[in-house]
């Protein structure tokens, strides 16, 4: 966006200033599901990968939930439940 002011001296001048302005984006949130029998972060790097193959632009990840199955008194699969935030363009 340009503004421009003009000036009657002597000597015409004309200053113009122009303004970055930003546009708004738009951003969308899914819900992901991921599980992995090494831990929760990588559980979240699994989604965050896995979700990438399709969606582009993708701005944050929140762990919404957290879960483990157990067996024999050991844990054997770590599960996230993750919010995805992306750009819509």
Known sequence: MTFCIFSESKQ???YCLTIKTK????LKVIEVLSNSEKSWEDA?????????????NIRSVYVKDQSAIV???EVTEF????KLTFEVK
Do not use: P, Y
């Open 23 to 26: 546009t708004m984006a738009v």
């Open 12 to 14: 015409l001048e004309t």
């Open 71 to 73: 067996n024999d008194g």
């Open 44 to 56: 979240t790097k699994k989604a965050v990968k896995e979700a990438s193959k399709t969606v582009k």
């Open 79 to 82: 599960r996230v439940n993750l």
